[in-house]
């Protein structure tokens, strides 16, 4: 049954190497499918399957040149799958390293602390950054907040990856107006 | 995001793309035009003038075959480290199993030998480098355009097949057969290039991040 599955998959992958666009998508909905499951089976309660397989789809369509058809789909497709789940769990890693839950700190020490958007520089930057464009903010936003490639802007925004360099680089000039650099 | 709307454009996104190479072809590509550029060295450098004499010397013959077949099995697991799913743990001993042998051998000959003289290979190893160079470039740009999921050891390895080659060109070069002067001015130069490889493979190979 798997085997079979997976054969089709191949089969697919293999049309989407020549610009069938059609199988490309009906490949990536059934390596999902496929992936999902392995990702839960192997994260088990970690809310974070979905993200994981996203970045895992985005891997697949950089590296769907490496397919070699005629060989099995599966130690290719897992391997890559494998990798951004390390990756996810060793970027968790830093994260915690670096951050501290802020349930941890005590509730008097918690409260000495402010608010990212009420310390100075924090406050500054949501000022500045409010004063952006709503496109140009967004994609600042996913570029610096959240650490994403321009690629996985594109692909999140809908935007063309000029379009994104384009969009933070007038964002960045904004905000380099705004404070004075 | 929905994974379901990022299936969608990345569907939109599925222009033809051309297919890398099988391992074995792209190590037999890399073979080629490594040999050619280090023939072309080794004949800009000069070749030693004792040349058939120095290969009659049972241990430059095997250290001189190890050497050739570390480039090759280094090459050929960057290779495969570069496709997903075809890296195997054994095939990445390999290098490391014939590293070690050419060092074995050449101890044991240091031991017959008795006035050991490592001299200064200064010289050696600033030709180690610069016929290293040409194939180590051209390996990673091969590399670069496969998806090593490892991309530190992929650096490691193609660092090493290059100098390896780069070695076994000195060793036609290089009239000094003393193992000691082989040991330490032509085997551990291939080391620090296995460090600047990590580095530059994490570094270079950017296929997921590009």
């Known amino acids: 049954m798997d085997a079979d599955r997976h054969e089709e998959l191949a089969r697919l992958l293999s049309a989407a190497q020549d610009g069938d666009q059609e199988a490309y998508e ?21 809310g974070m399957v979905e993200d994981v397989l ?18 099995a789909l599966g130690p290719w497709l897992y391997a890559i799958c494998k990798h951004r789940m390390i990756d996810h769990y060793r970027r968790s890693r830093r994260i915690m390293r670096r951050e501290v839950s802020e349930s941890e700190i005590p509730a008097q020490r918690a409260a000495s602390i402010p608010h990212p958007s009420e310390s100075r520089a924090g406050g500054v930057l949501s000022d500045a950054l409010a004063k952006l464009p709503k496109s140009q903010r967004h994609v600042v936003e996913l570029l610096k907040v959240h650490d994403m490639s321009i690629k996985e802007a594109a692909a999140r925004t809908g935007m063309s990856e000029s379009a994104v360099k384009v969009t933070a680089h007038r964002g960045y000039k904004t905000l380099r107006r705004l404070f004075g650099v | 995001m929905t994974t379901e709307r990022l299936i969608h454009e990345l569907a939109a996104k599925g222009q033809p793309v051309r297919r890398i190479a ?5 190590l037999l590509r890399w073979m080629l035009v490594a040999v050619v550029c280090l023939g072309v060295g080794i004949l800009a450098l000069g070749p030693r003038p004792d040349l058939e004499a120095a290969f009659q010397n049972p241990t430059s013959l095997v250290v001189g075959l190890l050497t050739l077949a570390l480039g090759a099995s280094a090459a050929f697991s960057a290779f495969t ?10 095939l990445r001993a390999v290098p490391a199993v014939i590293l070690s042998l050419g060092i074995v051998v050449l101890a044991f000959s240091a031991v017959a030998v008795e006035n050991l003289h490592a001299g200064l290979g200064i010289v050696c190893v600033a030709r180690i480098f610069a016929l290293a ?19 530190g050891t992929a650096g490691v390895f193609a660092a090493l097949s290059a100098a390896a080659l780069g070695t076994f060109g000195v060793q036609l070069v290089c009239v000094h057969d003393d193992p000691l002067h082989v040991l330490v001015w032509h085997f551990v130069p291939m080391m620090f290039l ?17």
């Open chain 1, 26 to 46: 009906s490949f990536l909905v059934g390596a999902s499918k496929l992936l999902r499951g392995f990702l839960q089976t192997q994260m088990g309660g970690d």
């Open chain 1, 54 to 71: 996203q970045d895992t789809l985005l891997s697949i369509h950089r590296a769907r040149h490496t397919f070699l058809p005629g060989r």
């Open chain 2, 22 to 26: 099988h391992p074995v072809i792209s």
């Open chain 2, 81 to 90: 480290m570069s496709v997903p799913g075809m890296d195997r743990r054994w």
């Open chain 2, 133 to 151: 160079a040409l194939p180590n470039a051209l390996l990673l740009t091969m590399l670069r355009k496969s998806a090593a999921l490892r991309a």
């Open chain 2, 194 to 210: 296995c460090g600047a490889g990590f580095l530059l493979g994490r570094l270079w190979f950017t296929w997921d991040r590009r």
